[in-house]
T-cell receptor, first 121, second 113 residues
Framework: GAVVSQHPSRVICKSGTSVKIECRSL??????MFWYRQFPKQSLMLMAT?????????EQGVEKDKFLINHASLTLSTLTVTSAHPEDSSFYIC?????????????????FGPGTRLLVL | KQEVTQIPAALSVPEGENLVLNCSFT??????LQWFRQDPGKGLTSLLL?????REQTSGRLNASLDKSSGRSTLYIAASQPGDSATYLC????????????FGKGTKLTVNP
């Protein structure tokens, strides 16, 4: 199956700094990638949908100026947490659709990365 | 607003036991429902996907059912093994072409040898 990687796997930073997380589709080109956040004992919550070459679509309540998403190529999307604060500490996970799975139709399967654990001190 | 609930939050069983994980959703207008497995430090692995027109899907020792009218899905695991220990998540895809996955909080399964 399709493989999605994330880097870094975990990061610790000081409050006020910015952190960039990379999401890569390794063996396919992903026109659409998704960014999720998971707090302890909570559901994965969709933060934004990232489309290659266009602006990301953010879910209600997610600050687009704080969580910058760049999908500059068909294999790479980045999430930058700007001016991170302790409440941003969470597990961030991305996913991507492989257009080969269902060409021309609603693409159903999302392939998930291993996630990035962010701790802001 | 679609909400997905999973019960129980945690389950511990001896090896070899058959078990059922439950998932309920509030809005029956779903495109499909998916079950995932999440291992610590790893991403999600898709286990089964049930289309809204289907009632069940099977893969090996796993069987997932879907009852849209009652807003419920179950994941049945036969002859559980220690390697099945993980957190199991169900997620509903909202109808309307949005492709959004709405996840439950998961059931943490421990299979004891």
């Amino acid at each position: 199956g399709a493989v999605v990687s994330q880097h870094p796997s975990r990061v610790i930073c000081k409050s006020g700094t910015s952190v960039k997380i990379e999401c890569r589709s390794l063996d396919f080109q992903a026109t659409t990638m998704f960014w999720y956040r998971q707090f302890p004992k909570q559901s994965l919550m969709l933060m934004a949908t990232s489309n290659e070459g266009s602006k990301a679509t953010y879910e209600q309540g997610v600050e687009k100026d704080k969580f910058l998403i760049n999908h500059a190529s068909l294999t790479l999307s980045t999430l930058t947490v700007t001016s991170a604060h302790p409440e941003d500490s969470s597990f961030y996970i991305c996913s991507a659709r492989d257009p080969r799975d269902n060409p021309g139709g609603l693409q159903e399967t999302q392939y998930f990365g291993p996630g990035t654990r962010l701790l802001v001190l | 607003k679609q909400e997905v609930t999973q019960i129980p939050a945690a389950l511990s069983v001896p090896e070899g036991e058959n078990l059922v994980l439950n998932c309920s959703f509030t809005d029956s207008a779903i495109y499909n429902l998916q079950w995932f497995r999440q291992d610590p430090g790893k991403g999600l692995t898709s286990l089964l996907l049930i289309q809204s027109s289907q009632r069940e899907q099977t893969s090996g020792r796993l069987n997932a059912s879907l009852d849209k009218s009652s807003g419920r899905s179950t994941l049945y695991i036969a002859a559980s093994q220690p390697g099945d220990s993980a957190t199991y998540l169900c997620a509903a895809v909202i109808q309307g072409g949005s492709e959004k996955l709405v996840f439950g909080k998961g059931t943490k399964l421990t299979v004891n040898p």
